[in-house]
C-alpha cells in the first residue's frame, strides 16, 4: 500500500492537494526517507517526479551512503515505480485514515505524559488540538461551492429567517439576527446587561417564544442565579413572588425549560466552548462574559488577545451555524452615560469592533436617583444587518429581567 501511496505522491497536482495531511510519520520506516525526498523535490522543483528522478536526487542529497543502502533504496523505488496505480480519491481517503491515526497517536502520548506529570504536554496538547482543528485543510471543496439556486441565495438574506428582538423598536431597526452572525452586546457594570441578554431570550415574544433553542453559557455570575431571572422574566414574576409561590413559577417556565439551556462555565477556554457548541444544535447562544473565555496562547496585551479572541467567538458562530452574542464589559468612561461609543469597549481599541456583525451599547443615566431610574438607552453602535445607527430608548423592569419600550 505505502508504495502506491508514494507512487502517487509523484504527482506535483496529488501531493499539493494532500500536503496538509502528508507526514514522514505515516509511512514505514523503510519509505520514510523517500517521502522525504519527494517532498524536498515538490518543494524546490513543483513538478512531477519519475522514479529515476526520485533516486538520482536521494544519492545526490546522501554522498555517503554505503553501496547496499544504496541498492536497498534502489529496490524500494524500483517497487514504487511498478506499484498499482490508486484512484486518486482512494488515495486521498487512505492518506486521511492514515492522518488520523497518526494523530491520535500524537494525542495519546501526550496524555500518557501528562499523567506522568510532563507539565508542559497540555500546552503542547493544546497546540496540537489546534493544528487538527484549524489547521487541516481540505482536500475537495464541492460543500464550498456556492449554489447558482437563486431561492436558496433570497433565503440567505432573508429576514424571515432571523430571530426577532422582543424590543419593538429595536426590531423595527435591526431586524434581529440571524445563524452565523455575531454580535456583541456591551455595558457598564449594573446597567442591566444580563437582564437584557434574559429578556431578549425568556420575556414574552423571545427567542425562545420563537422556536430557537437558546444556550447560556455563565462565567461570571452562577448558572441558577442567572436562571432564575429567566423563570422571572418569562412568568412575570419578581423574586419575591417566585420564593412565595415556586411551583406557580415552575409551571409557568415549564414552557420554556426546554429551550432555554444554561451552562456553568467558570473555566472554559476556546477549545471548550468550540465542542459545546458542537453538541448544542442551538440556534441562539449568550457568552456572558465572552472576554472571560481563555486562550492557551499568549499575547504581549489585553488587545492582542481580544483581537484573538473575537476573531475565534466570529468564526465558531459561522462553524457551527448559530447567532452567536458575547457579553461585554464597557470600560469606565461609560460610567453614568446615556451615549456609548465604541472607544468605550473594555481592553480593546478596535478587536471588537472589527469582528462584529452587530454591536450594542446599554446606557444608563447619572441621575441622583438612578438606582430607581429604569430608563435604559440602547445604543447600536455598528449594524452590518440593516445598516441603521442611532439610540433607541426603553424601560428595564429591573424586579422581572424584562425590557420593554
Same mark, same amino acid.
Given at each position: 500500500m505505502h508504495q502506491s501511496l508514494l507512487k502517487a505522491c509523484l504527482s506535483y497536482e496529488f501531493y499539493s492537494n494532500n500536503k496538509t495531511k502528508l507526514?514522514? !510519520? %505515516?509511512?514505514?520506516?523503510?519509505?520514510?526517507?523517500?517521502?522525504?525526498?519527494? +517532498? #524536498?523535490?515538490?518543494?524546490?522543483?513543483a513538478i512531477d517526479i519519475t522514479g529515476n528522478e526520485m533516486?538520482?536526487?536521494?544519492?545526490?542529497?546522501?554522498?555517503?551512503?554505503? /553501496?547496499?543502502?544504496?541498492?536497498?533504496?534502489?529496490?524500494?523505488?524500483? /517497487?514504487?515505480?511498478? #506499484? +498499482?496505480v490508486l484512484n486518486p480519491a482512494i488515495a486521498e481517503d487512505v492518506i486521511s485514515n492514515l492522518w488520523q491515526q497518526s494523530i491520535g497517536l500524537d494525542i495519546?502520548?501526550?496524555?500518557?505524559?501528562?499523567?506522568?506529570?510532563?507539565?508542559? #504536554?497540555?500546552?503542547?496538547? &493544546?497546540? %496540537? %488540538? +489546534?493544528?487538527? !482543528? !484549524?489547521?487541516?485543510?481540505?482536500?475537495?471543496?464541492?460543500?464550498?461551492?456556492?449554489?447558482?439556486?437563486?431561492? /436558496?441565495?433570497?433565503? *440567505?438574506?432573508?429576514d424571515e429567517n432571523r430571530f426577532k428582538f422582543n424590543i419593538p423598536t429595536l426590531s423595527k431597526e435591526v431586524y434581529g439576527l440571524a445563524r452565523g452572525e455575531f454580535a456583541c452586546f456591551a455595558a457598564y457594570s449594573n446597567v442591566g446587561k444580563t437582564a437584557f441578554a434574559i429578556s431578549l431570550s425568556a420575556a414574552p415574544g423571545g427567542f425562545c417564544e420563537q422556536g430557537a433553542k437558546v444556550g447560556y453559557i455563565a462565567?461570571?455570575?452562577?448558572?441558577?442565579?442567572?436562571?432564575?431571572?429567566?423563570?422571572?422574566?418569562?412568568?412575570?414574576?419578581?423574586?419575591? @413572588?417566585?420564593?412565595?409561590?415556586?411551583?406557580?413559577? #415552575?409551571?409557568?417556565? !415549564?414552557?420554556?425549560?426546554?429551550?432555554?439551556?444554561?451552562?456553568?462555565?467558570?473555566d472554559w477556554d476556546v477549545q471548550t466552548l468550540d465542542a459545546y457548541l458542537g453538541q448544542g444544535n442551538f440556534g441562539v447562544v449568550f457568552v456572558d462574559m465572552a472576554d472571560k473565555i481563555s486562550l492557551s496562547s499568549n499575547f504581549n496585551s489585553s488587545h492582542e488577545r481580544l483581537a484573538d479572541l473575537y476573531y475565534r467567538l466570529r468564526e465558531l458562530a459561522k462553524k457551527h451555524n448559530v447567532a452567536l452574542i458575547g457579553m461585554s464589559q464597557a470600560s469606565g468612561e461609560a460610567e453614568g452615560k446615556t451615549r456609548l461609543t465604541m472607544s468605550m469597549l473594555a481592553g480593546s481599541?478596535? *478587536?471588537?469592533?472589527? @469582528?462584529?456583525?452587530?454591536?450594542?451599547?446599554?446606557?444608563?443615566? &447619572?441621575?441622583?436617583?438612578?438606582?430607581?431610574?429604569?430608563?435604559?438607552?440602547? &445604543?447600536?453602535?455598528?449594524?452590518?444587518?440593516?445598516?441603521?445607527?442611532?439610540?433607541?430608548?426603553?424601560? %428595564?423592569?429591573?424586579?422581572r429581567n424584562r425590557y420593554g419600550a
Open positions: 507526514r514522514a !510519520s %505515516l509511512f514505514d520506516d523503510t519509505f520514510k526517507d523517500l517521502y522525504k525526498t519527494i +517532498e #524536498a523535490m515538490h518543494t524546490k522543483f533516486f538520482s536526487y536521494w544519492k545526490a542529497q546522501n554522498p555517503t551512503s554505503t /553501496e547496499s543502502w544504496s541498492d536497498e533504496i534502489g529496490v524500494l523505488v524500483s /517497487e514504487i515505480s511498478s #506499484a +498499482e495519546a502520548d501526550l496524555g500518557i505524559a501528562m499523567s506522568e506529570g510532563d507539565v508542559s #504536554a497540555m500546552d503542547r496538547l &493544546n497546540v %496540537l %488540538l +489546534e493544528t487538527v !482543528s !484549524s489547521g487541516y485543510v481540505p482536500n475537495r471543496f464541492d460543500d464550498c461551492i456556492v449554489t447558482d439556486d437563486i431561492y /436558496e441565495m433570497l433565503a *440567505a438574506v432573508s462565567n461570571e455570575e452562577f448558572g441558577k442565579r442567572v436562571k432564575l431571572r429567566a423563570v422571572q422574566a418569562y412568568a412575570g414574576m419578581t423574586k419575591e @413572588e417566585v420564593i412565595f409561590e415556586p411551583r406557580k413559577a #415552575a409551571a409557568i417556565y !415549564s414552557g420554556i425549560k426546554d429551550k432555554l439551556i444554561f451552562a456553568d462555565a467558570q481599541r478596535v *478587536a471588537k469592533q472589527a @469582528e462584529c456583525d452587530l454591536l450594542i451599547g446599554l446606557g444608563k443615566g &447619572n441621575s441622583p436617583d438612578e438606582d430607581k431610574d429604569p430608563t435604559r438607552y440602547i &445604543n447600536v453602535m455598528k449594524n452590518k444587518i440593516s445598516g441603521w445607527h442611532g439610540m433607541i430608548i426603553c424601560n %428595564l423592569d429591573a424586579d
